[in-house]
């Protein structure tokens, strides 16, 4: 079976990337020393960059790089068709772990402002109690002497109170801290929602990474096995030598354990991938072959920073925190002062006591209830001294995360800037490694270069295209942690960043997915 990601198909794939690899001057060294005219140089691709940018703009993993992580017995659910960053985005919404928790979360802190209300509003309770009475009753007869009698009857009353705040200022001070912590409630959910998102992408760009470098990695693999072959051909031949073969082979070991390292990681990331969406996706979308490079809106820092002052998502929560402590503050002072409370009760009693026997008594109550404090042996004073300690704590915890989230936007404002600037330049690199693997390949072919030679120029050209792969993502990913910097990682950035970066799903085969 499949690995449930692939990448680019095409005629002309990293498959044809082995015959590139394959020591040009090898095949046509042999031939060179059985005559003296020039050697036919066989037709073959080179390993460039045109080579992988065809790999990856074409939709499905070259010969090889499928990588079966399970039975078909045991296999997880998957996911039809073309998975873009956009649609994971909304799967994430359905199925990751963490972003339910907050909801959650976030829907239990919001019975906080009915929980404040509640303390504005009318109380009211009632009660009954039946019992049955039974002892002796002694009293002085008409003699002097003690007489005694059995008592035996049933007690029972009821009572309906309603009890409505006229001017308490502890239950007013009590609804202020359940909308402040409501809203506090609601700042922490959007925090965990820029953190779900970057998780999200997180996910996503290390799968694309992983499966870019195993198809390198592969086709590598296959190259050097083919050169080592030819190597050791020529050494029958007595045309080459056996340290080149050996050098070859060698080099060919530690590309297959660079493969089995890279099946692994491709393995891990995918089921990370995997838990936030809810089933294994067949097909992701990767990164555009032609990959665009857009100025950044807006381009001045100064913007982004008071963007991220007023709307990243840590320091809304903070600045609600501190609210909330405010609120306790008030809440810890309202006990010095006063309360006033309109009471109306009804009761209905039979048999009450000894002096109601066989009496039944009915009394509705109407007034004012005062209570005044004088004295709590001192805990109002260290409550509201703790109180403003507290919210003393939160504010320097609120200038904490401002300044946390001024270095953060400064960070990725600079990696955004700074990965055009690197993408550009490992695309000379990789340019250069291609014409210099080219010049050691006519160099070997001549006898001024060594095998050697030819294997570092190769892994040099391996490296900087594995290295060009990872920069273009981490260039996305920089750009969606400036988004979530300034607390817009929503749906309509994960929206436009698939649209500008990512090969567009194929709409015959990709599954909508309610957003």
């Known amino acids: 079976m499949s690995f449930p990601v692939r990448f680019p198909p095409a005629s002309n794939r990293l498959p044809r990337l082995a015959a590139a690899l394959l020591l040009g001057g090898a095949c046509a060294?042999?031939?060179?020393?059985?005559?003296?005219?020039?050697?036919?140089?066989?037709a073959r691709p080179g390993w460039n960059l045109e080579t992988l940018?065809?790999?990856?703009?074409?939709?499905?993993?070259?010969?090889?790089?499928s990588l079966a992580l399970m039975s078909p017995s045991a296999r997880a659910p998957a996911l039809e068709g073309v998975v873009d960053l956009a649609r994971a985005w909304r799967l994430a919404l359905e199925h990751d772990p963490s972003y339910q928790a907050a909801i959650s979360e976030q829907a239990a802190a919001d019975t906080e402002r009915a929980q404040g209300r509640a303390a504005l509003l009318p109380q009211v309770q009632a009660g009954?109690?039946?019992?049955?009475?039974?002892?002796?009753?002694?009293?002085?007869?008409?003699?002097?002497q003690r007489v005694s009698s059995d008592v035996r009857y049933d007690s029972s009353s009821a009572y309906v109170q309603l009890q409505q705040p006229l001017l308490n200022y502890s239950r007013y001070a009590d609804y202020q801290r359940g909308q402040a912590r409501a809203g506090q409630g609601l700042a922490a959910f959007a925090v965990k929602q820029q953190e779900a998102g970057l998780r999200l992408a997180t996910a996503y760009l290390n799968v694309l990474l992983a499966g870019d470098r195993l198809a390198l990695q592969r086709?590598?693999?296959?190259?050097?096995?083919e050169q080592a072959r030819a190597q050791e051909s020529l050494y029958v031949q007595n045309e080459g030598t056996r340290t080149d073969a050996q050098e070859t082979r060698a080099r060919l070991a530690r590309t297959r354990a660079d493969v089995i390292a890279a099946q692994d990681q491709l393995r891990t990331v995918n089921r990370e991938l995997q838990a936030l969406l809810g089933a294994a996706p067949l097909q992701l979308a990767p990164a555009k072959p032609d990959f665009p490079l857009p100025p950044l809106v807006p381009a001045d820092l100064g913007v982004w920073l008071e963007r991220a002052r007023a709307n990243n998502a840590e320091v809304k929560s903070a600045r609600e925190a501190v609210k909330v402590a405010d609120t306790e503050v008030s809440r810890a002072a309202s006990r010095y002062f006063p309360s006033m409370d309109l009471v109306a009760s009804l009761s209905k009693a039979e048999s009450e006591n000894l002096s109601t026997l066989s009496q039944r008594t009915n009394t509705f109550l109407v007034g004012i209830s005062v209570n005044i404090p004088i004295f709590t042996g001192g805990y109002n004073t260290a409550n509201t001294a703790r109180a403003r300690a507290d919210r003393s704590r939160l504010e320097q915890e609120l200038r904490a995360a401002t300044e946390r989230a001024q270095?953060?936007?400064?960070?990725?404002?600079?990696?955004?800037?700074?990965?055009?600037q690197r993408i550009r330049a490992l695309e000379a690199a990789a340019e250069s490694s291609r014409l210099s693997l080219e010049?050691?390949?006519?160099?070997?072919?001549?006898?001024?270069?060594?095998?050697?030679?030819?294997?570092?120029?190769?892994?040099?050209?391996?490296?900087?295209?594995?290295?060009?792969?990872?920069?273009r993502l981490e260039y996305i990913l920089a750009r969606l942690s400036l988004a979530a910097a300034v607390g817009d990682l929503q749906a309509g950035e994960f929206d436009a960043v698939s649209q500008v970066f990512f090969t567009a799903p194929d709409p015959a085969r990709s599954l909508s997915t309610a957003g």
């Open 439 to 471: 010049a050691a390949r006519k160099g070997y072919e001549y006898g001024v270069a060594s095998n050697v030679d030819v294997l570092k120029v190769q892994d040099k050209l391996f490296q900087a295209l594995s290295d060009l792969s990872r920069a």
């Open 29 to 42: 060294h042999a031939a060179w020393a059985q005559g003296d005219k020039q050697p036919e140089k066989p």
């Open 219 to 225: 086709e590598l693999e296959k190259s050097l096995d």
């Open 53 to 65: 940018e065809s790999l990856r703009g074409q939709g499905a993993a070259p010969a090889g790089a």
């Open 128 to 144: 009954y109690s039946r019992s049955r009475i039974s002892g002796t009753i002694e009293q002085p007869g008409f003699l002097g």
């Open 407 to 420: 270095a953060e936007t400064t960070r990725q404002y600079s990696a955004v800037l700074s990965g055009e």
